[in-house]
Protein backbone atom coordinates (compact mmCIF):
# COMPACT_ATOMS: atom_id res chain seq x y z
CA UNK A 1 0.00 0.00 0.00
CA UNK A 2 1.27 3.08 -0.91
CA UNK A 3 -0.28 6.10 0.96
CA UNK A 4 -0.46 10.08 -0.45
CA UNK A 5 -0.75 12.81 1.70
CA UNK A 6 -1.46 16.48 1.20
CA UNK A 7 2.28 17.71 2.40
CA UNK A 8 3.65 21.26 1.24
CA UNK A 9 -0.12 21.88 -0.23
CA UNK A 10 -1.61 21.94 2.50
CA UNK A 11 -1.68 26.00 3.03
CA UNK A 12 -4.02 26.27 -0.67
CA UNK A 13 -6.75 27.98 -0.30
CA UNK A 14 -8.84 25.68 -2.96
CA UNK A 15 -8.71 22.44 -1.20
CA UNK A 16 -9.46 20.54 -4.53
CA UNK A 17 -7.06 22.17 -6.30
CA UNK A 18 -4.60 20.80 -3.41
CA UNK A 19 -5.79 17.70 -3.75
CA UNK A 20 -5.24 17.74 -7.20
CA UNK A 21 -1.83 19.49 -7.46
CA UNK A 22 -0.82 16.86 -4.72
CA UNK A 23 -1.76 14.00 -6.27
CA UNK A 24 -0.50 15.01 -9.48
CA UNK A 25 2.91 15.46 -7.69
CA UNK A 26 2.87 11.86 -5.82
CA UNK A 27 1.66 10.36 -9.49
CA UNK A 28 4.78 11.38 -10.87
CA UNK A 29 7.00 10.12 -7.83
CA UNK A 30 5.26 6.49 -7.04
CA UNK A 31 6.00 5.80 -10.80
CA UNK A 32 9.81 6.66 -10.27
CA UNK A 33 10.26 4.91 -6.74
CA UNK A 34 8.35 1.67 -8.24
CA UNK A 35 11.47 1.64 -10.32
CA UNK A 36 13.78 2.24 -8.37
CA UNK A 37 12.52 -0.70 -6.22
CA UNK A 38 12.10 -2.87 -8.09
CA UNK A 39 8.76 -3.36 -6.65
CA UNK A 40 6.00 -6.00 -8.46
CA UNK A 41 2.53 -7.71 -8.15
CA UNK A 42 -0.46 -6.38 -7.29
CA UNK A 43 0.38 -2.86 -5.63
CA UNK A 44 -2.25 -0.24 -4.29
CA UNK A 45 -2.40 3.19 -3.85
CA UNK A 46 -4.31 5.37 -1.77
CA UNK A 47 -4.61 8.83 -3.55
CA UNK A 48 -6.11 11.72 -1.57
CA UNK A 49 -9.65 11.38 -1.99
CA UNK A 50 -11.05 13.41 -5.12
CA UNK A 51 -14.51 14.56 -5.50
CA UNK A 52 -13.87 15.08 -9.53
CA UNK A 53 -13.74 12.33 -12.25
CA UNK A 54 -11.76 15.01 -14.70
CA UNK A 55 -9.29 15.26 -11.59
CA UNK A 56 -9.12 11.37 -11.45
CA UNK A 57 -8.44 10.81 -14.98
CA UNK A 58 -5.67 13.81 -15.13
CA UNK A 59 -3.93 11.66 -12.37
CA UNK A 60 -4.53 8.47 -14.28
CA UNK A 61 -2.79 9.72 -17.20
CA UNK A 62 0.38 11.60 -15.50
CA UNK A 63 0.90 7.96 -13.60
CA UNK A 64 0.24 5.48 -17.32
CA UNK A 65 2.90 8.84 -18.67
CA UNK A 66 5.38 8.04 -16.19
CA UNK A 67 5.08 4.53 -15.99
CA UNK A 68 5.35 3.98 -19.73
CA UNK A 69 9.05 5.23 -19.00
CA UNK A 70 9.45 1.84 -17.53
CA UNK A 71 10.79 -0.91 -19.16
CA UNK A 72 8.93 -3.45 -17.12
CA UNK A 73 5.14 -3.82 -18.22
CA UNK A 74 2.75 -2.53 -15.91
CA UNK A 75 -1.22 -2.61 -15.89
CA UNK A 76 -3.59 0.24 -14.45
CA UNK A 77 -6.49 -1.60 -13.14
CA UNK A 78 -8.32 1.57 -11.90
CA UNK A 79 -9.73 3.40 -8.76
CA UNK A 80 -11.53 1.00 -6.52
CA UNK A 81 -15.07 1.25 -4.87
CA UNK A 82 -13.39 2.60 -2.11
CA UNK A 83 -10.78 5.36 -3.77
CA UNK A 84 -7.98 3.30 -4.35
CA UNK A 85 -6.08 2.58 -7.51
CA UNK A 86 -5.08 -0.81 -7.90
CA UNK A 87 -2.02 -1.92 -10.46
CA UNK A 88 -0.10 -4.85 -11.03
CA UNK A 89 3.53 -4.69 -12.36
CA UNK A 90 5.87 -7.74 -13.94
CA UNK A 91 8.65 -8.21 -11.86
CA UNK A 92 11.37 -10.05 -14.14
CA UNK A 93 14.97 -8.93 -12.59
CA UNK A 94 15.99 -10.27 -9.15
CA UNK A 95 15.66 -9.36 -6.02
CA UNK A 96 18.23 -7.54 -3.89
CA UNK A 97 18.67 -10.72 -1.87
CA UNK A 98 19.07 -12.84 -5.19
CA UNK A 99 21.53 -10.49 -6.47
CA UNK A 100 23.50 -9.90 -2.88
CA UNK A 101 23.58 -13.49 -2.13
CA UNK A 102 23.66 -17.26 -4.16
CA UNK A 103 22.06 -20.64 -3.13
CA UNK A 104 24.57 -22.59 -0.86
CA UNK A 105 26.11 -25.16 -2.81
CA UNK A 106 26.18 -27.84 -0.31
CA UNK A 107 22.68 -27.74 0.50
CA UNK A 108 20.85 -26.61 -2.51
CA UNK A 109 19.40 -23.07 -0.54
CA UNK A 110 17.28 -25.83 1.56
CA UNK A 111 19.74 -24.92 5.27
CA UNK A 112 19.76 -28.97 5.78
CA UNK A 113 22.79 -30.68 4.75
CA UNK A 114 22.46 -34.86 4.46
CA UNK A 115 23.73 -36.94 7.49
CA UNK A 116 27.37 -38.47 7.35
CA UNK A 117 25.69 -41.59 7.48
CA UNK A 118 24.04 -40.57 4.17
CA UNK A 119 26.69 -39.24 2.30
CA UNK A 120 28.41 -42.48 2.90
CA UNK A 121 25.74 -44.82 1.74
CA UNK A 122 25.81 -42.58 -1.49
CA UNK A 123 29.43 -42.54 -1.61
CA UNK A 124 29.28 -46.32 -1.61
CA UNK A 125 26.81 -46.80 -3.91
CA UNK A 126 29.20 -44.59 -6.34
CA UNK A 127 32.23 -46.88 -5.82
CA UNK A 128 29.78 -49.81 -6.99
CA UNK A 129 29.07 -48.54 -9.81
CA UNK A 130 33.11 -47.20 -10.76
CA UNK A 131 33.92 -51.12 -9.57
CA UNK A 132 31.53 -52.00 -12.43
CA UNK A 133 32.72 -49.18 -14.65
CA UNK A 134 35.90 -50.25 -14.56
CA UNK A 135 35.36 -53.81 -16.02
CA UNK A 136 38.24 -56.79 -15.70
CA UNK A 137 40.59 -54.39 -13.80
CA UNK A 138 41.47 -55.83 -10.56
CA UNK A 139 41.30 -52.60 -8.11
CA UNK A 140 40.70 -49.35 -7.76
CA UNK A 141 42.07 -46.44 -5.57
CA UNK A 142 39.01 -43.68 -4.30
CA UNK A 143 39.61 -40.59 -2.17
CA UNK A 144 36.99 -39.01 -0.26
CA UNK A 145 36.63 -37.09 2.99
CA UNK A 146 38.02 -38.83 5.86
CA UNK A 147 34.99 -38.93 7.90
CA UNK A 148 33.45 -40.62 5.30
CA UNK A 149 36.19 -43.50 4.62
CA UNK A 150 35.72 -44.06 8.53
CA UNK A 151 32.63 -45.42 7.67
CA UNK A 152 33.18 -46.89 4.20
CA UNK A 153 35.73 -49.22 6.13
CA UNK A 154 34.32 -49.87 8.91
CA UNK A 155 35.22 -51.47 12.65
CA UNK A 156 38.23 -53.97 11.61
CA UNK A 157 37.66 -53.08 8.15
CA UNK A 158 34.07 -55.17 7.78
CA UNK A 159 32.12 -53.04 5.61
CA UNK A 160 35.12 -52.52 3.33
CA UNK A 161 35.14 -56.28 3.19
CA UNK A 162 31.73 -56.77 2.74
CA UNK A 163 32.39 -53.75 -0.40
CA UNK A 164 34.72 -55.90 -1.82
CA UNK A 165 32.16 -58.97 -1.98
CA UNK A 166 29.87 -57.11 -3.34
CA UNK A 167 32.03 -55.76 -6.21
CA UNK A 168 34.59 -58.74 -6.74
CA UNK A 169 37.35 -55.60 -6.34
CA UNK A 170 40.52 -55.25 -4.63
CA UNK A 171 39.13 -51.52 -2.89
CA UNK A 172 41.27 -49.14 -1.50
CA UNK A 173 39.96 -46.31 0.52
CA UNK A 174 42.19 -42.83 1.23
CA UNK A 175 40.80 -40.25 3.21
CA UNK A 176 41.80 -36.95 2.27
CA UNK A 177 40.77 -33.64 3.94
CA UNK A 178 40.30 -31.43 0.70
CA UNK A 179 37.65 -33.65 -0.33
CA UNK A 180 33.71 -32.52 0.48
CA UNK A 181 31.83 -35.15 2.69
CA UNK A 182 29.72 -35.87 -1.14
CA UNK A 183 32.93 -36.59 -3.32
CA UNK A 184 34.38 -39.49 -4.45
CA UNK A 185 37.38 -39.15 -6.29
CA UNK A 186 39.49 -42.07 -8.66
CA UNK A 187 43.13 -42.28 -7.56
CA UNK A 188 43.85 -45.23 -9.27
CA UNK A 189 42.19 -48.14 -11.38
CA UNK A 190 43.93 -51.26 -12.79
CA UNK A 191 45.77 -54.69 -11.75
CA UNK A 192 46.20 -55.27 -8.33
CA UNK A 193 49.96 -54.55 -7.99
CA UNK A 194 49.62 -51.24 -9.69
CA UNK A 195 46.99 -49.56 -7.67
CA UNK A 196 48.52 -51.29 -4.46
CA UNK A 197 51.57 -49.23 -4.87
CA UNK A 198 49.49 -46.10 -5.54
CA UNK A 199 47.44 -46.79 -2.31
CA UNK A 200 50.00 -47.41 -0.10
CA UNK A 201 52.63 -44.43 0.38
CA UNK A 202 54.74 -46.27 3.09
CA UNK A 203 56.99 -49.28 3.70
CA UNK A 204 57.51 -51.38 6.79
CA UNK A 205 61.01 -50.35 8.23
CA UNK A 206 60.40 -46.99 6.30
CA UNK A 207 61.64 -43.77 8.85
CA UNK A 208 59.36 -40.66 8.37
CA UNK A 209 59.37 -36.98 9.82
CA UNK A 210 55.54 -36.28 9.95
CA UNK A 211 53.35 -34.18 12.68
CA UNK A 212 50.48 -35.59 14.91
CA UNK A 213 47.23 -34.20 13.84
CA UNK A 214 45.02 -36.22 16.57
CA UNK A 215 44.43 -38.74 19.19
CA UNK A 216 43.47 -42.28 18.09
CA UNK A 217 39.55 -41.84 18.41
CA UNK A 218 39.44 -45.79 20.04
CA UNK A 219 42.81 -45.82 21.84
CA UNK A 220 43.60 -41.82 22.81
CA UNK A 221 47.33 -43.33 23.74
CA UNK A 222 48.26 -43.48 19.95
CA UNK A 223 48.52 -40.37 17.56
CA UNK A 224 47.37 -40.32 14.17
CA UNK A 225 49.25 -38.66 11.20
CA UNK A 226 48.76 -38.80 7.49
CA UNK A 227 50.73 -38.87 4.37
CA UNK A 228 48.66 -38.02 1.44
CA UNK A 229 45.36 -38.90 2.84
CA UNK A 230 46.79 -42.54 4.30
CA UNK A 231 46.47 -43.12 8.43
CA UNK A 232 49.64 -43.41 10.26
CA UNK A 233 48.71 -45.08 13.46
CA UNK A 234 51.90 -43.65 16.47
CA UNK A 235 52.00 -45.98 19.27
CA UNK A 236 52.03 -43.72 22.11
CA UNK A 237 51.31 -40.81 19.84
CA UNK A 238 48.73 -39.05 21.88
CA UNK A 239 50.71 -37.03 24.38
CA UNK A 240 52.62 -35.94 21.06
CA UNK A 241 49.50 -34.00 19.70
CA UNK A 242 50.53 -31.36 17.40
CA UNK A 243 54.51 -31.90 16.96
CA UNK A 244 56.25 -33.13 14.32
CA UNK A 245 58.05 -36.41 15.18
CA UNK A 246 60.91 -39.14 13.87
CA UNK A 247 58.84 -42.15 13.21
CA UNK A 248 59.40 -45.55 12.18
CA UNK A 249 56.77 -47.84 10.26
CA UNK A 250 56.52 -51.02 11.63
CA UNK A 251 53.36 -52.91 10.06
CA UNK A 252 51.81 -51.86 6.77
CA UNK A 253 48.12 -52.43 6.16
CA UNK A 254 45.57 -52.26 3.17
CA UNK A 255 43.72 -48.84 5.38
CA UNK A 256 46.43 -47.62 7.63
CA UNK A 257 50.02 -48.38 8.94
CA UNK A 258 51.27 -49.01 12.63
CA UNK A 259 54.49 -47.07 13.56
CA UNK A 260 56.59 -45.92 16.74
CA UNK A 261 58.38 -42.92 17.63
CA UNK A 262 61.97 -43.02 17.39
CA UNK A 263 63.73 -42.47 20.30
CA UNK A 264 60.80 -41.80 22.06
Sequence with gaps: MIDVNTGKFTGSTNLEDTVLATN?????????????????????????DMGSEKNRRQVLEVLTRELAKDKQKSNILGFTGLGLLEMTRKKIRPSLREQLQQ??????????????????????????????ESGKKQALLVGVNP?????????????????????????????QEGLATEDVKVLAVGELSQVER????????????????????????DGIARIEGYVLDIE?????????????????????????????
Design 147 to 175: AVASLLIGPGGSHLEALEKMTRKTIFIRG
Design 198 to 221: AALPVSEGEVLTVKVLEAHANNPA
Design 103 to 132: SCPCCNGTGYHSSLETQAAAAERRIIQLAA
Design 24 to 48: LEAAQEIARQIRLRNLGGIIIIDFI
Design 236 to 264: DGGRRLGETVKVIVEKVYRTYARARLVNG
